[in-house]
T-cell receptor, first 114, second 113 residues
Framework: NAGVTQTPKFQVLKTGQSMTLQCAQDMNHNSMYWYRQDPGMGLRLIYYSASEGTTDKGEVPNGYNVSRLNKREFSLRLESAAPSQTSVYFC?????????????FGPGTRLLVL | RKEVEQDPGPFNVPEGATVAFNCTYSNSASQSFFWYRQDCRKEPKLLMSVYSSGNEDGRFTAQLNRASQYISLLIRDSKLSDSATYLCVVNKGGSGNTGKLIFGQGTTLQVKP
C-alpha cells in the first residue's frame, strides 16, 4: 500500500494564479483532511471530508475549495493564490490505531506564492 | 488558551539520557490521545497511541491523566535518531464523530553525541 500520496511535491505560484493540490489514499478510509503547517503555528485544519460526498470547513478555510472526487481522492484548490498561502500542505486520511481512530499523513506539498 | 499545549523546547540532551515531554489539553470530552513524531520537512507520523492505563513501546512510555487533562511521553536511552519534533494530539471530542484532531505545536528534541 502506498498509504497517502500527494502531488505535486513542490510548487511556485505567482499571486493570483490558481492551482489544485491532489491527494489520494489506498487504505479504504472514509474520512480525509487537508491541513496547512506554518512555522510556529502547528497544523491547522483547512477542510475535511467525513465521507464520500461530504465536505466541511475547518479552522482556516478562506481562500480554498475542496472536492471529494470519490472515496480515494480529495483535492484542494486555490482559486487566486496569495502570498499568505505560502505554506506546507498536508493531506491525511483517518483509520484505526490503538485506542481510537487517528490520521495518516501524506508527504506534503511545499507551496511558495510570490 | 490553546486547546493542546506543549513546551516547544528545544530540549537538548546527550545520547543515553532520559527525557520527558508533557502536554495539557482543555477539552474534557476528548477520548483519544496520540503522540506523533515529525522529522524536519517531513510529514507527521504516528508514534504511539496513549492508553488510560499507560503504555510502553520499547524505549517510549506514554501516560494519560484524565483528571488533570495531562499527557506525557518518556524516552529512555535517547538515540541520535530520536531527534525530531514530537506532537501531542487529541481528538476533538464532543457531539458527532468527525474525527477531527487537535495538534499541539510540538516539542523539539535534539539528541547530541
Amino acid at each position: 500500500n502506498a498509504g497517502v500520496t500527494q502531488t505535486p511535491k513542490f510548487q511556485v505560484l505567482k499571486t493570483g494564479q490558481s492551482m489544485t493540490l491532489q491527494c489520494a489514499q489506498d487504505m479504504n478510509h472514509n474520512s480525509m483532511y487537508w491541513y496547512r503547517q506554518d512555522p510556529g503555528m502547528g497544523l491547522r485544519l483547512i477542510y475535511y471530508s467525513a465521507s464520500e460526498g461530504t465536505t466541511d470547513k475547518g479552522e482556516v478555510p478562506n481562500g480554498y475549495n475542496v472536492s471529494r472526487l470519490n472515496k480515494r481522492e480529495f483535492s484542494l484548490r486555490l482559486e487566486s493564490a496569495a502570498p499568505s498561502q505560502t505554506s506546507v500542505y498536508f493531506c491525511a486520511s483517518r483509520g484505526l490505531a490503538g485506542v481510537g481512530e487517528t490520521q495518516y499523513f501524506g508527504p506534503g506539498t511545499r507551496l511558495l506564492v510570490l | 488558551r490553546k486547546e493542546v499545549e506543549q513546551d516547544p523546547g528545544p530540549f537538548n540532551v546527550p545520547e543515553g539520557a532520559t527525557v520527558a515531554f508533557n502536554c495539557t489539553y482543555s477539552n474534557s470530552a476528548s477520548q483519544s490521545f496520540f503522540w506523533y513524531r515529525q522529522d524536519c520537512r517531513k510529514e507527521p507520523k504516528l508514534l504511539m497511541s496513549v492508553y488510560s492505563s499507560g503504555n510502553e513501546d520499547g524505549r517510549f512510555t506514554a501516560q494519560l491523566n484524565r483528571a488533570s487533562q495531562y499527557i506525557s511521553l518518556l524516552i529512555r536511552d535517547s538515540k541520535l535518531s530520536d531527534s525530531a519534533t514530537y506532537l501531542c494530539v487529541v481528538n476533538k471530542g464532543g457531539s458527532g464523530n468527525t474525527g477531527k484532531l487537535i495538534f499541539g505545536q510540538g516539542t523539539t528534541l535534539q539528541v547530541k553525541p
